[in-house]
């Protein structure tokens, strides 16, 4: 008969079986309300974060975009800053050159108002006189540097300006580069999304970088920069204004100055030719009183040869009477008589002789003054030829330089104007 073999094991009660089965069924649904309960947070901090990061992400993107909007606003101030800056630069720029052009422009009444006075420098004798033309050259020259100084002056300003503007240029640029920089990184930045391929970790991110700013640190960098930019710029369009002005006055002074000495030369050119003309005249008499004299010399000396004559007639009758024989040798009418003549002719004979002296020394008198006379008129002369070829040398000023022609020879001290008070004048003196 077969034995039934026992295996030895632990045995458990029932009450534990349940018990166990309990415990299991219990735990399971335990872990199951903990498994839900964290489902439901997992799922509410799902949606939390995912609606955090979407607002997140979306409010940066806003931040980004305004920004890209401010940054681009700066931009466009600048872009517009820095066309009217260079537009000033260029308007300054085009009235330096205009002020150096009249500053060059002045050196030809300058040359002209020296050449004036060197050639009357050739003045001879009393006519080297310090008269009103000379005053107004002296005026004129004065007048030329005074201006020269102001526009030298007003050109060292505008090139110093020109460097102020040139560097707050470069500050701009700078700054609107800068701009343009981060316009690009910023619309970059906006651009990229979740799907981008090049976005990737960064190591330490969430890091200051050195040299940061603050906004309003950067909001004063670029308003200071505008605002100095403006500043220069309405300093300029002053200075511009100014140098038109300093132009315009100069260049009425100078020619109300050029007007001024341009009338005293021919108010002096008038009052020589008219006392050229009484000279002339007075020449004229004297040369004509001279030959007069000249006359009456000759009819003198002729007076005197034959009031000689008759005083040798005289004598001889005397002498020949001398000779009468005895009582015959009387003093008769004719002896008294004949001595009378003699007495008369010799008192005529020297008031004759008297008077042809003092015709003679009268006569060397009128000489002397004439070649005085005549000296003085060559003087005149040349002084009148001498402001004349002023006056043709002062057409420069008024004439193009292309149209110029000289109206005067210097070598042959000739004139192509119908000068007549010149024309005795320059053939004496040719």
Known sequence: MATLSVKPSQRFQLQEWHTNSYLLSTNAERQRDASHQIRQEARILRNETNNQTIWDERDNRTRLAERVDTVNRWKEMLDKCLTDLDAEIDALTQMKELAEQNLQAKNLPLDVAIQCLTLRDSRRDIDVVKDPVEEELHKEVETIEA?????QQKIGQTFEKLCVLQDVRQQLNSDHRGKMETLDIDRGCLSLNLKSPNISLKINPTRVPDG????????????????????????AADLREAIALTIAETNNELEAQRVATEFAFRKRLREMEKLYSELKWQEKNTLQEIADLQEDIRHLEEDLRRKFLNLKLCHTRLESRTYRPN???CRDQAQYGLTDEVHQLEATIAALRQKLAQAQNALDALFKHLARLQADIACKANSMLLDTKCMDTRRKLTVPAEKFVPEVDTFNRTTNRTLSPLKSCQLQLA
């Open 212 to 235: 940061s700013t603050a906004l309003q640190e950067w909001d004063e960098f670029s308003r200071f920069n505008k605002n100095r930019a403006e500043a220069e710029m309405k300093e």
């Open 327 to 329: 009582v015959e040798l």
């Open 147 to 151: 201006t020269r100084r102001a526009l």
